[in-house]
Structure formats: C-alpha cells, structure tokens
C-alpha cells in the first residue's frame, strides 16, 4: 500500500498562509502538518495539491511525487488529508476499504487498486484527480469520527501550538544542555524539560523558564543575553534571539531574527522582528520583516470575539485572542499597528499611517497614508525580495518566481477592488 496526502478544497479558508505552499505545508509545534503525517508511516508517498504550487513544491523536495496519476493507480493508496493534525499512531495504514470522515470532511480514504484505476484518468490537474477522489468517496462505506484535530482556520494553528509543542518535545525524546550554556545563565523550573542542541548558544544573562512547558533550542540558534524564554517553545535551526520575551505557546525558525515580546505565535522561516513590539496569537510566513516597534493587537477592549476577513468577508473566529496572518514576502513599517484577527497578503508593502492597520490587506499592495495604490508594481517587490533573500545568501529559483506571478494574478482583482475604493 501506499500513501497520498491531498489538499482538499478548504484552502482558501487558509490564506493568505496557503496561497504560496499547500495546507499541509503549515507549520505547528516543530513540523509542518506533511511531516506529522508522513512520520506515521515509511511507504511511498504522493502528494496531490494545486497545480501551480507543483513546480516550487518540486524544486523543495525533488525526490517527491507530486500529482502524478501512474503512481496513484499502481497500488493500493491511503489518501490523508493534508488539514489532519495527526497524531502518532492514531490512523491506521492496512484495512478494509472505506472513508473517515469528521464533521461531513473526508479525513482519509482507504482504498484498492483495482477501485483506484476504474475512477482515475492519467490527466495531471489537481481539480481532475480530486474530483476522482470524490467519486471513489461516495461509493466507500464511511466511519464517523467525533475527536481528530483539523486545520481549517489560521487560528487553529497557533491555537493547537502549545499541545503540539509539548507532545513533539516527548515525541523527540531530546533532552539535556549539549551546546554552550553561560554560568550566567539560568534555567527555571525542571531542567529535564530543557534541549538544547550541540551548535546552539546560550549567551549571559538569559532565562529559561520550564515551569509550563518545554523548550527546545535547535542547531546553531543563539540566545543574547537578557532574554527570557517560557515554555513551551521551539526556537528552530539558526534562529538569534535578541533581548526578547519569548512567552509560552511560540515556534520560531529556521534561521529567524526574533526580539521584543513574542507569545502564542508561529513565525516560518527566514523573517525577522528583530526589534521592540508586540506579535501575540499570529501566523507570520516566510520572508516577512515586522519593522521596529510593529505591534499586533490580538484581543479587543470588550473581550468579544474576533472577526477575520475569510474568503473576502468577516468571519467570526469564535476565539477571544486573535492576532495577525502575514503571507510571505510582505514588509511591516516601523510602528505599524495592527488590529485584532488583521490578514495581511503576500508581498505587500505597510507603511505606518499613525492609526490602526485596516483588518485586510491584499496581496502586492502598497498601504501609504491610510489608502491602497499599486506602488511600483509586481517587479519592484520582487527586486527588494531578492535583496533581502541575498542577505540570508540565497537566491530566489525561477520556481519561486514564478509561484509569485500566479499569486500575484490570482489576487489581482481584490486588490484593484482596495486600490480603486481608495481613489473614491
């Protein structure tokens, strides 16, 4: 038997975080939701996803399969939904042919080969083969389930990070001080909760607080001095931290600059807050500068809950502390204020106004003086993209690009919408 993790299609209720990689590509506690699920098993795995992320997704992980119909009609196949946070061991790879299902969403479909090539044709297109899984679907014997974990809003990341941490501290089964730790620094509360890798550095003058949670500090992260650290928490590969307060419930990494307070909140790799400001409750993808004192409000003065723009209109989250959903490549001003359950677009450009952020803004979009306008176009943003990226010494794939310009066509009319509204 082999295994397909598919999107399913709920993935715009995960932008602006799953407009540059596929759901299962999010991050909670130290892995994506890929790496959860391919960790339960050791068969041979396809991934079917949207076909413009296939190229960049190819280039990521060469080795990999992707879309590919030939592969999913040569075997017996488990389908996985990608939005699963599946724990280990909770699904089972042999059995009889059927459909999990949670709450009318299909978790998994087991099914025979012979079944699989009587619904597949040998098209590549990811509505062609999900179509096709849908069909195979409603012919399978279903089983209802009343307790998995599914991904289906960004606040459902940051809002499972803190279990999720603590159950892949136990799951790594890594403890121990193996790098460089100060005699002037300290850890508080039990230090059997602590690892820290063999290249990672502790510096003077920092707190490790273990008394809610564990803390994980990866290859080659540095910690500068009076900086604390509470528990649970993933500081990833290469990641510094500067005078920081790193509350509980907090991922970082790889290769992050991180400073000021930072508390229930994902950063994916390569962005920086180096600087003072607050970010609570948030998803900020990769590439994303928040400039000095950038602020991210994540409750509201009358403690109601937070409406999010989803799908181009708000939504209520139902969740009292809601902070911001930053795309990739998108660059905050210094002294930005974001409001409460904020989705900022990939690429766009923030520059502080003096009052608070509107709730939504699109992707490429420059925000100036409290108006949206086309900035200096698609090319200009992705000029500074490349400077930045050449400062971490990478260079951006003509994969990469590409992923930018369909994303960049994609959210061309919600952002004329913005810009047009703004001239009235």
């Known amino acids: 038997m082999k295994i397909c993790i598919f999107e399913d299609d709920k993935y715009k209720l995960l932008y602006p975080l799953s407009l540059t990689r596929p759901v299962f590509d999010l991050k909670c506690g130290y892995f994506t939701l890929r790496e959860r699920i391919s960790g339960n098993f050791s068969e041979d795995i396809c991934y079917l996803l949207r076909d413009y992320l296939v190229p960049f997704a190819q280039k990521k992980l060469p080795k ?66 999900l179509f096709s899984l849908n069909q195979i679907e409603q012919k399978l014997p279903h089983k209802e389930f009343n307790n998995v974990t599914l991904i289906t809003y960004p ?8 279990k999720i941490l603590c159950e892949d501290f136990e799951y790594t089964g890594k403890k121990g001080i193996q790098g460089s730790f100060s005699p002037q620094a300290a850890i508080y509360g039990d230090e059997s909760k602590i690892f820290i890798a063999k290249s990672a550095q502790i510096h003077p003058f920092v707190v490790l607080d273990t008394t809610e949670g564990p803390i994980y500090i990866d290859e080659e992260a540095v910690i500068y001095p009076h900086t604390r650290i509470e528990g649970p928490s993933y500081i990833g590969k290469a ?41 609570g409750h948030s998803y900020v993808g990769e590439w994303v500068n928040l400039g000095a004192m950038s602020t991210t409000s994540d409750i509201k003065n009358d403690f109601s809950s937070v409406q999010v723009y989803i799908e181009g209109e708000l939504r209520d989250s139902k ?19 974001l409001n409460t359950g904020t989705v900022v677009g990939v690429g766009a450009i923030v520059v502080p106004s003096g009052e608070v952020l509107p709730k939504f803004i699109p992707s490429f979009v420059w925000y100036l003086k409290g108006k949206f306008y086309k900035g200096y176009g698609f090319g200009k943003i992705i000029e500074g993209t490349k400077e930045q990226m050449k400062r971490r010494n990478m260079e951006m794939s003509e994969e990469e690009y590409e992923l930018l310009r369909e994303v960049f066509e994609l959210t061309k009319e919600e952002r004329n919408q913005l810009i047009a509204k703004s001239r009235r």
């Not at 005078?243 to 390569?270: M, T, W, Y």
């Not at 502390?321 to 930005?336: E, M």
């Open 319 to 337: 969740q009292i502390k809601v902070g911001s959903f930053i795309g990739d490549h998108s660059k905050i001003g210094i002294g930005c204020l």
């Open 155 to 162: 606040w459902d990341l940051v809002n499972n990070n803190s």
């Open 64 to 129: 990999a399969v992707f879309n590919d119909p030939d592969f999913l009609k040569s075997d017996d196949i488990l389908f996985i939904n990608g939005r699963w946070l599946l724990g280990k061991g909770e699904l089972c790879l042999e059995g009889e042919e059927e459909v999990g299902v949670y709450n009318d969403t299909i978790l998994y479909v087991r099914t025979k080969k012979e079944t699989i090539q009587s619904h597949f044709s040998s098209q590549f297109k990811f509505k062609t083969l």
């Open 239 to 279: 990641t510094h931290i500067f005078q920081a307060n790193i509350k509980q419930g907090v991922s970082l990494g790889p290769i992050c600059r991180v400073g000021g307070e930072v508390e229930e909140s994902i950063i994916h790799g390569f962005s920086n807050k180096f600087h003072t400001g607050f970010l």
